[in-house]
Structure formats: C-alpha cells, structure tokens
C-alpha cells in the first residue's frame, strides 16, 4: 500500500526536457491513468516512479520517504510493460516462481507454490501453467506479465501501455479484468496510455500530460465534462469535441462558420468578443427547425450509432445520431446543439472560460 | 463498369483450402467491401478477382465473359495495396501517368487524364514532387490516383489504409467513399475493420476460414447477423453470447434466476430449435432500469466504463454476466442493485451447434 508524490520534478535527455516542474499526487490505492501522446512524458513519469531515472530535480515520495535516491529494487514496484518480456523457454511456472527466487527474497518452496498457484487463478492463467511462455498466445503472455508482477504483493503497479499490443476484443477483456484485479489487491496502480477509451473506463483519475507538462488532473467525468482547456478537451471523447470559433451575442453564439446564431446556456468570455465554442458530437442535434445547415460529408457507421461529419463552406464538425437515423452523403440537413453543454475557450489561450 | 460474377470458385495452397465454393456477385457500380479476420480468404478473393491469383476450379466473370484463365492485364481492372508501391525514382506525374504510357496513350490526353484525377484527389499541388516527399495519405492518394487514372472497369483495394494513423484513415475512408459516389466505378475493398466496412459498403461480404458467412448491406449484418460468427465479429463491445433455455414463455440464462419474459411472436424460432441454444443480445439491447417492473429481473452491476458519451455497464443476472450499453451516470457504481430486461425485437437465437441463426436465413 503506498501514497506517492511527485514534487517539482524536471528530467532532461541532453537539450530535451521530458517533464517540466511535475507535481502529482496518488493516493493509496487509487488507480492512476497517465494519459498522453507519444513525447508527452507518460513513461519518462513511470520510470521515474520506478527508480528506473532519476529526476534533474525535484522529489520522489513514496509512503512519505523521499524516495528519490532509492533504487528500482528498494521501491517495491512492479513493472508491467507492453511488451511481455518473459523467458521463452521458461514454462509459465517457471516466470511467475522467478521474482520469488530471487536472492533477496526468502520463500520456502511452499510458499512460493502457493502464492503462483493463487495469482494464477486470479487471472485465470492454472491451466497454462506447465506450458512454455512461447507457446502461448498474446492475451496469455499478457497475463502471465501481469502475473508475474502481482506475485511479489508490491505496494504499487506500474503499467506501461500493457493492452495496446492485444486486438481490441481481447484488449475489452482484459480492461475489465484488470480493473477487477486492482479491486481485489487495494494496491495502488498506475497505468500509462495513450488510449482515452482506456483512460476514460479504467481510471479512478486521469492526468493529461502534453509536452511534459501536466495539464489537468481529475475524474473521468470531470475531464470529460470540464475540461481546464482544449488541450484537454480534446483528449478524450470519440471522436472529440467539436470546435468552433465565433462571437458572443449575449446567450448567442454567432458562428464564423455560416453566420449561424446559436443558443448558449452560460456564456463565458465577454459580450462581442471572440470565443471558441467546444461541443461534444453527441451534443450536436439534427433538428428539421435548427437553426444551423450544413452539408453531410461523411457517415461513420457504428451499427448502433452513426458519426456524421458535417460540412459548413469547409468547416467540419461531428455529430453522434442514433442508428435509425435516415441520412444521406451529400443531404442538407438542419442542427442545433444543446445550449447547456456548450463550453466557451479563449481562443488564443485555449483556457476553459467557465472554469473561473 | 462492371459486374463481377465469382461461380463454384474453389482455391488451394498445396493442401490448404483457402476458399471454398464462393459464388458472389458484385453490381455494376457497387461498392463491395470484403470483412474478415486474417486467414478468413478475404485477400485471396480479391487478387483472384484481379488476376494475381489463379483459382483452382469454378469461373469468375467480368460483364458476362470469362476471365479466370486471362493476365491480370488483360482484366482491365485497377487494384491498389496496403504498401503504396509507387515509383521512388518517378514524380508523382510521372506514377499517375505510368500507367497511360503503357497503353501509350498520347501526351495531352495523358496531361488531361492525369490533372483530372490529380484534382479529385487534392493532389495537383504535390504533381512533381517524388513520394519521398509526400505524407502517408497523399502517397495513398498517388496510389489511388495511378488506379483511377486508366479508368478501370473496377477498382480493387486491400487494406488500403491499414498503415495510416487513425485520423488520416478516417479522412482517407470518407474521401474513398466521396470518390466512389463521384465516379461510380465498381469497387471492391478488403479490410478486418468492421467500422470501415459498415461505413463504406453497399454490401458487406463476411468470409471465414474460406467460406462466405454473410452477405448484406451493414444494417442487415449488423441486426440480422446469419451465425454466430458473424454476430460476434460485427460490433462493438462484442455481442453477449450466453446458453439459454426455454422455460415456457421465460428465457433463461441459468438455474440461480428469474428467466426473461419474451412475448409469444418472438419465440416462434426459439420454440423450433432441435437442441442446444445460444442467446445474442448487443448490449444496446440489454435495458436498465432502477425499478422493477414487468419483464425485469434483478441484477448486480460488477463493472462500469465511463466512456463520457455514454457508459458500457456490465451486470450479473443469477451467476451470468451480461453488457449493457447506458446513458452516462445511469449507474453510480459498482455492486449496485438494478434491474434489467432483454429487447425481445433485438434478441437473436442460435443453433449452439451449428452456429446458424434459428431466424433462418434473411
């Protein structure tokens, strides 16, 4: 069990600065999602919790113990990384009894039999026991990784984009168990990727980094719903938010893209100047009497729902319809959106106006 | 333009059978996409169509003639690849043009040829450049282009936007589908992306381990699905598939609970199954409510993703766990008491056997 802080963190490679002035904090037990592009820092952020680099400055605390200087082997985490790296010719047994061998650990062989015959229950792994790792399919050597992590009860799990190597049915699977898994174990868990799907479900808080920098920390819905910027608002959401730059007229939004006045629910930003509107797709509605038109560019089929991408004299937006809904390419259809989830950004800062 | 007939084709790698007595016919102007895991015969179907493959036994016809014993050039049809396979060394005038010199087609008509495709395509800008220079997507637009350019009888493409990035493939999808509207050419397209093919496709063609599993445009495969496979392969989270049984008008997951209600007019394929049975319900059609009512039984919830537009909810019914598609915060959390009920008008039955569709087929 394990609380652990980041504390004004800044870790260069030669010129280049991964992360900039970091401060983070993730409590014991939580189930952390790091979620960013490639570069923006996630992993350079895990290795660090892992004693895999040392910071330039700044402080790792892990139970209140400056942890900064310890070692990998001192912090007692585990590591899971995407790519499974066991021993080929070791069976499934033989990993999952390895951290437990080790010369720094003292288990009896009961014990170690014990505890690799309970983690491979837990992950649903005892009939592959006997089998070589090499013989195994992806979704299997991922959980024999996971299993071998989870075999030394370390205080906090470190995850490295474990599912984005599997396809997506199994990558469904596996979501759900890990999930699971963390429930049973209480341990703290921190989980890098790049997926916001796997953010958004798995998480109990996300942090979005860019560029090395950390933008915004909260729940899925509170990044979902208020997101601090449109950094941030675009990061999550399938596909993401719309948008769309105009002027406020008091509870209108005056769109650049066709003149269309629109209804805002709580305009932020000033009367008569320029904002930049966010919506959601599923909050932009077909409506014969809306006050917008625009052309359809594109049908998205999802089976359950279509994803319409709207074309007005070159601006494109989304919007999420359901799967009954008649459309053609090429159709002219009418919209709306619903006043109450418009979002106002400033758009040179991109700063989320309705956040204070 | 053209319609493609494929009759009894049957083919073989040594021993391995690839595909198994396909017959198909694709619509002049249609666009046909091929859907299926890799492996299923999908690519295989296609080049043969091209003539990159010859079949073992059975016919395939171009507008009524016979072409399975011509060259692929004598198909006078376009076929496009995953790798973009453009001419490193050449401008891309010079790719878009290669193949009109081949039919040494004089130069203002090729001029006039090459522009033309060079503007439907947003390329004209990038004409005498090399690929080198050029994005993923605009080499997939010279590939595309070079394709277009002799005005083929059909266009073929496999996978042609499997090593792009997610957003340019979306782009590239819509621009595929705008082309084909415009020119109205026969297409036919390989992919394993289920959203690609509902999203591109007048029919849909699902092929498995060699054998055509269903034909039909999206709506049809993704709401009448013809087996299992096909039903577990098309959507997204994967259809529930649970064993069932009967219980008089009560459709029952296990012994631990209440089986569902279904009206009498929904059972009638149910009723005539011969032996084991298999349930498919999208978790769109699997409903919860917070109240008993009629036709809910009680359930658990044991996982929630959020996904912001909506919430992906599983519950547990008796010691079975079933995917519920709801609207975002419907539940609070885990291990909350609801209810839940199964759309009988989304239900599907299956043979547990066979895999077929009790329904039959559409």
């Known amino acids: 069990m394990a609380d652990i802080a980041l504390q004004g963190i800044t870790k260069k490679f030669g010129s280049n600065t991964a992360l900039r002035d970091l401060d983070l904090e993730i409590k014991d037990g939580e189930f952390f999602v790091l979620l960013g592009q490639t570069g923006a820092g996630k992993t350079t952020t895990l290795r660090l919790i892992a004693g895999l680099e040392i910071p330039n400055s700044g402080k790792v605390i892990i139970d209140g ?15 899971v990384l995407q790519q499974y790296s066991l021993y080929p010719r070791m069976t499934v047994r033989g990993n999952l009894e390895f951290p437990l061998k080790s010369r720094t650990q003292n288990f009896t062989a009961a014990e170690i039999k014990e505890r690799v015959d309970r983690v491979a229950e837990t992950l649903q792994i005892t009939r592959l026991l006997d089998r070589k790792v090499e013989r195994l399919s992806g979704g299997e050597m991922q959980r024999v990784s996971i299993g071998r992590a989870i075999v030394r009860q370390p205080r906090v799990f470190l995850m490295d984009e474990p599912l984005s190597a599997l396809d997506a049915n199994l990558r469904d699977v596996l979501r759900v168990e890990l999930k699971k898994l963390h429930s049973e174990l209480g341990a703290t868990f921190v989980f890098v990727t790049h ?9 109990d808080k996300i942090g979005v980094l860019n560029r090395g920098r950390l933008v915004q920390v909260g729940t899925p819905s509170e990044i979902y719903a208020k997101p601090l910027n449109t950094f941030v608002a675009r990061s999550v959401g399938t596909p993401p938010m719309n948008l769309l730059d105009g002027v406020l007229k008091g509870n209108m939004a005056v769109l650049d893209a066709g003149k269309f006045s629109l209804p805002v629910a709580s305009p932020h930003g000033g009367e008569g100047n320029r904002i930049r509107f966010g919506i959601r797709p599923e909050d932009v509605v077909l409506d014969d009497s809306g006050p917008a038109s625009a052309r359809v560019f594109d049908i998205e089929n999802h089976g359950v729902i279509k994803i319409l991408t709207l074309d007005i004299n070159g601006t494109h937006l989304h919007a999420t319809v359901s799967a009954q809904t008649q459309v053609h390419i090429d159709d002219t259809v009418k919209f709306n959106w619903r006043p109450e989830k418009v979002l106002c950004f400033d758009p040179s800062s991109g700063r989320n106006l309705g956040l204070g | 333009m053209a319609q493609i007939d494929i009759q009894n084709v049957q083919k073989f790698f040594g021993h391995h059978q690839v595909l198994k007595n396909l017959n198909l016919t694709i619509e002049d102007g249609e666009f046909v996409v091929m859907l299926g895991q890799s492996g299923g015969g999908k690519t295989t179907a296609l080049r043969a169509i091209a003539g990159l493959e010859t079949v073992t036994s059975g016919k395939i016809l171009i507008n009524g003639t016979e072409v399975q014993d011509r060259k692929a050039a004598d198909r006078d049809i376009a076929f496009v690849f995953q790798s973009f396979s453009l001419y490193p060394h050449m401008t891309v005038r010079e790719n878009i043009a290669f193949p009109l010199r ?16 060079a503007e439907t395509l947003q390329i004209a800008e990038h004409l005498n450049r090399k690929p080198s220079a050029l994005s993923g997507g605009d080499m997939q637009r010279v590939a595309i282009g070079r394709a277009l350019v002799r005005r083929p009888q059909a266009l073929l493409m496999d996978e042609p936007l499997g090593v792009l990035d997610a957003k340019l493939r979306e782009q590239m999808r819509a621009e595929i589908k705008r082309l084909h509207i415009a020119r109205g050419s026969t297409s036919v397209y390989v992919t394993h992306d289920q959203i690609e093919a509902m999203s591109l496709a007048d029919r849909i063609v699902i092929l498995h381990d060699g054998v055509l599993q269903q034909v039909g445009p999206p709506d049809e495969v993704y709401l009448h699905p013809t087996n299992l496979f096909v039903a577990k392969f098309v959507g997204s989270p994967v259809m529930n598939i649970n064993a069932v049984r009967l219980a008089g008008n009560s459709v029952m997951l296990n012994e631990a609970s209440q089986g569902f209600h279904f009206p009498d007019q929904t059972l009638s394929h149910a009723r005539n199954a011969a032996g084991d049975m298999t349930l498919g319900v999208r978790p769109e059609a699997v409903v919860l409510a917070h109240q008993a009512s009629e036709g809910f039984v009680e359930a658990v919830t044991t996982n929630i993703e959020p996904l912001g537009s909506h919430d992906i909810v599983d519950v547990r019914i008796g010691g079975t766990v079933l995917r519920a598609r709801t609207e975002s915060a419907f539940v ?26 009790l329904r039959g087929a559409n």
């Not at chain 1, 113990?65 to 590591?79: K, P, S």
């Not at chain 2, 081949?102 to 495709?117: G, I, L, P």
């Not at chain 2, 609801?338 to 569709?357: C, E, K, M, Y």
């Open chain 1, 65 to 79: 113990h400056d942890a900064t200087n310890w070692n990998a082997a001192e912090r007692d985490v585990a590591l």
């Open chain 2, 102 to 117: 081949a039919v040494r087609m004089n130069a203002t008509d090729r001029d006039k040829a090459v522009s033309e495709v």
């Open chain 1, 195 to 203: 997926d916001q799907v796997e953010a958004m479900s798995m998480g």
């Open chain 2, 332 to 357: 609070s959390g885990e291990g909350q008491k609801v209810w839940a009920r199964i759309d009988p008008s989304q239900a599907h039955f299956f043979d547990t056997a066979t895999g077929l569709n």
